[in-house]
C-alpha cells in the first residue's frame, strides 16, 4: 500500500539527452543536468537512447531520474550519431587555413541531403582579403545563410548566437577554423580546447562514441564533435537527386529542355547556359559535376 502511493507520486519530466558516459546519462531539463540511468535492463538497450533523444524520465532525487521513455525522432544523423539535430553549420576560415569551396560544396551537399537547415560562417573576417569576402558572398545570393565571424575581434557572435538559438547545431569544417573558438565565444564558461591549425579535416572513430551536445543559454544545443565525419556522399544519393542539393540548380530545373536534364551535355540546358554566360559561379558547377561523376561511379560499382 505504501509502495503504491510512493509510485504515484513520482515525478515525471522531459527533457533532452546531452550525452552517455558508460550507463549514465546525462539529461538536461529545467535549466539543469540530470544523471539518469535506464528503466530496467529489458525494455531499454544502452544504445537505444543517443544524444539529441527527448525522453521522459521520472526524478529518483534532485539529480538523478530514471528514462522510461524516448520520444520519437524527427532526424538521425550517423558519424557524428545524434538524434534530432536541425541544422548544419559549416564553418569556413578566410584566412590559415584557406577556405576548400569543394570541401564547402560537399558538406552543403551533405547538409542539405539530411533535410537539415544550413549555415555557413566565414570565420577569421579579420585576416580575410578582398577575392575570399567576394566569393564568400556569392553563397549568400546562391540563398544560403551566411555570416562573418571573428572571434579576435568579436564580430558577428550575436548574430551566430542568435541562428543557433532553440536548434540542435553540428559543426562541421576543417581542423583550426575556428570551431571550438566559436562556440568558445557564445559560452566562455565552456571553455573547450583551442589552438591547433592543420590542413587535415576532423575525422575519427572516437567521433562516433562520444557525442556530446554543448547547452548555449539562448536554449539552443551544439555538437562539439565536427558534424559530418564522412565526406563520400551518400550510397543512397541518386544521380537524379543532386540537381536538387544544389539551390541555383534546383532552381532552374523547369527551365532545361528535358525534365530530366543533369546538366551535363545535354541540349537546351539552362543551367550550363547560365555558366556560361556568368550568371552562375561555375566552380558550383564544376563541383555539381565533379559530384555527379562520383555518384555514377558509385552507382556502377553496385
Ligand atoms: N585571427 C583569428 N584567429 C582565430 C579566429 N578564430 C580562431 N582563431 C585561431 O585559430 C586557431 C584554431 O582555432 P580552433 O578553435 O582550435 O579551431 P577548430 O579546430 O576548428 O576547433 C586558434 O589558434 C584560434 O585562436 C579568428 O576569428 N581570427
Ligand atoms: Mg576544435
Ligand atoms: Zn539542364
Redesign the pocket.
Known amino acids: 500500500m505504501k509502495d503504491q502511493s510512493r509510485h504515484r507520486r513520482r515525478l515525471t519530466l522531459e527533457g533532452i539527452v546531452l550525452s552517455r558516459y558508460s550507463s549514465f546519462y546525462y539529461v538536461q531539463s529545467g535549466n539543469k543536468t540530470w544523471e539518469c540511468r535506464l528503466r530496467g535492463k529489458h525494455r531499454l538497450k544502452k544504445t537505444d537512447v543517443i544524444a539529441g533523444d527527448k525522453v521522459e524520465f521520472t526524478k529518483v532525487n534532485e539529480n538523478q531520474g530514471v528514462i522510461e521513455k524516448i520520444k520519437p525522432r524527427t532526424t538521425e544523423l550517423y558519424r557524428p550519431t545524434v538524434a534530432n539535430v536541425t541544422q548544419l553549420l559549416v564553418?569556413v576560415s578566410l584566412k590559415?587555413p584557406c577556405p576548400n569551396w569543394t570541401l564547402l560544396d560537399r558538406l552543403l551537399v551533405l547538409g542539405a541531403y539530411s533535410n537539415l537547415k544550413l549555415i555557413i560562417a566565414f570565420?577569421?573576417?579579420?585576416?580575410a582579403d578582398d577575392d575570399s569576402v567576394f566569393l564568400a558572398k556569392e553563397y549568400e545570393k546562391l540563398g544560403y545563410k551566411i555570416v562573418f565571424?571573428?572571434?579576435?575581434?568579436k564580430k558577428g557572435i550575436d548574430e551566430l548566437q542568435y541562428l543557433l538559438d532553440n536548434e540542435i547545431t553540428v559543426l562541421a569544417?576543417?581542423?583550426?577554423?575556428?570551431?571550438?573558438?566559436?562556440i568558445n565565444a557564445l559560452e566562455p564558461e565552456l571553455s573547450l580546447?583551442?589552438?591547433?591549425?592543420s590542413s587535415k579535416v576532423?575525422i575519427g572513430k572516437h567521433t562516433t562514441r562520444y557525442v556530446q551536445l554543448l547547452p548555449l543559454s539562448g536554449g539552443g544545443l551544439v555538437a562539439d564533435t565536427?558534424g559530418f565525419s564522412q565526406l563520400h556522399l551518400p550510397m543512397e544519393l541518386k544521380r537524379q537527386e543532386l540537381r536538387f542539393l544544389f539551390p541555383e540548380i534546383a532552381k532552374l530545373q523547369q527551365d532545361c529542355r528535358f525534365s530530366s536534364c543533369l546538366h551535363r551535355q545535354e541540349p537546351g540546358c539552362k543551367v550550363r547556359e547560365n555558366v556560361e554566360a556568368g550568371l552562375l559561379p561555375k566552380w558550383r558547377y564544376d563541383n555539381y559535376l565533379e559530384f555527379l561523376e562520383e555518384i555514377i561511379a558509385q552507382e556502377r560499382k553496385y
Not at 565571424?149 to 575581434?153: A, C
Open positions: 564553418v590559415t570565420n577569421k573576417a579579420d585576416l565571424t571573428s572571434v579576435k575581434e569544417g576543417l581542423s583550426g577554423v575556428g570551431k571550438s573558438s566559436l580546447k583551442t589552438g591547433e591549425v576532423e565536427p
